[in-house]
Structure formats: structure tokens, C-alpha cells
């Protein structure tokens, strides 16, 4: 993936040499992975077209508390596509490995 921003370009550079001189530090990663999300995030929300205030809170919610993003969920569930945890194992493989996920 190209870098976009000037800040991901930078940060990839100081990861690089760090591994080349077997001086990575956790704290380098950290910052590149942050980087890289909160650009890949702008360049999303970007392109996306303008969300409701339910939208914003419950993607906020996501970024802010993952698990209980996921326990609330979206509220939204077809007959055709019941909760992951209702579908047998071996459906879930197959469809993941077909790319109907």
C-alpha cells in the first residue's frame, strides 16, 4: 500500500532503519500502525457519504470499545444471513473461503 501521507511515509523510514540496525522499538510500531489507521480512516470517511449521528456514535463505539461494539451489534439481521454464532462452523469456513463474507 503506498503511503499517502507525508507522516506514514516518515514513520515507515524510522521503522526501517530501526529493523536494519535490529533496534526496533514496540513504541515505533505503535505510532506507524496509528498513522497508517487514522489515514486509512480519513481517506474512508472521505469518499463515504455523510453518515446519521446514530452512524457516527455506534463507528466511534467500534473504535472506542470493540467488544461491546460487538456485543450491541447493528440491530440489522436478514433470514438469509442469521448471527455468526447461530451458523454452524463448517458453513462459516466454506463461505469464508469462497469470499462470501
Same mark, same amino acid.
Given at each position: 500500500?503506498?503511503?499517502? =501521507? +507525508?507522516?506514514? $511515509?516518515?514513520?515507515?523510514?524510522?521503522?526501517?532503519? &530501526? /529493523?536494519?540496525?535490529?533496534?526496533?522499538?514496540?513504541?515505533?510500531?505503535?505510532?506507524?500502525?496509528?498513522?497508517?489507521?487514522?489515514?486509512?480512516?480519513?481517506?474512508?470517511?472521505?469518499?463515504?457519504?455523510?453518515?446519521?449521528? =446514530? +452512524?457516527?456514535? $455506534?463507528?466511534?463505539?467500534?473504535?472506542?470499545?470493540? &467488544? /461491546?461494539?460487538?456485543?450491541?451489534?447493528?440491530?440489522?439481521?436478514?433470514?438469509?444471513?442469521?448471527?455468526?454464532?447461530?451458523?454452524?462452523?463448517?458453513?462459516?469456513?466454506?463461505?469464508?473461503?469462497?469470499?462470501?463474507?
Amino acid at each position: 500500500m503506498a503511503a499517502h =501521507d +507525508q507522516a506514514v $511515509r516518515h514513520l515507515a523510514a524510522r521503522k526501517a532503519a &530501526q /529493523r536494519r540496525w535490529n533496534k526496533l522499538t514496540t513504541e515505533t510500531e505503535a505510532t506507524l500502525a496509528e498513522a497508517q489507521l487514522a489515514c486509512y480512516i480519513r481517506r474512508v470517511v472521505d469518499r463515504a457519504p455523510e453518515l446519521s449521528d =446514530d +452512524q457516527r456514535s $455506534r463507528l466511534a463505539l467500534l473504535l472506542c470499545d470493540p &467488544q /461491546r461494539a460487538e456485543q450491541q451489534g447493528s440491530g440489522r439481521r436478514t433470514a438469509a444471513r442469521p448471527p455468526d454464532a447461530a451458523r454452524r462452523p463448517v458453513e462459516f469456513a466454506q463461505q469464508a473461503m469462497e469470499g462470501g463474507l
